[in-house]
């Protein structure tokens, strides 16, 4: 006598649901949410209702399609909505003002930063054959390192 395997469906519906939630609390992403949910909707949703194994992964492919290009999109926006859109680390230095602490010379020298750290700084390219004055004013253009790239700042009329 053979088993037909097709009356257990559901149970491995259900373990691939499971699967699809455990990668999804590792990734984040909602992308194997939406895949759960479409199989959980769709694939046990049919084998509830009898209909056959090809229908089941038709019906929760579409399910999942669907759910990945309308809601994952808007839960993304949402999740990412609240963010902190203050620059941080090494994207804050960049435009950041600055003062030379030391001459700038083909050498390298410091600034100090509008943060209160010291660098070691060198002139960048486009200023490469000017000396950079103690105590001028300067303009991060670049990171390299430990090190800043640094311009003379530009003064506008109204300074």
Known sequence: ???????????????FVLICVIIELLTL??????????????????????????????????IAGSLLFTIRPLLLKRLRSGGDPTKSNI??????????????????GFARLANGETWSARRAPDHEHTTIAEGARLVVTRVDGATVEVAPEERTETE
Do not use: C, H, K
């Not at 097709?6 to 491995?12: E, R, V």
């Not at 949703?45 to 089941?56: K, T």
């Open 91 to 108: 994207d804050a230095l960049y435009g950041m003002r600055a003062r030379a602490t030391s001459d700038i010379t083909d050498d390298g």
């Open 1 to 15: 006598m053979l088993l037909d395997l097709t009356q257990y469906l559901w149970i491995m519906w259900l373990v």
């Open 29 to 62: 992403e909602f992308t194997f949410l939406m895949i759960a949910a479409g199989s959980l909707i769709g694939g046990v949703g049919a084998n509830l209702l009898g209909l056959p194994w090809w229908a089941q992964i038709a019906l929760a492919a579409v």
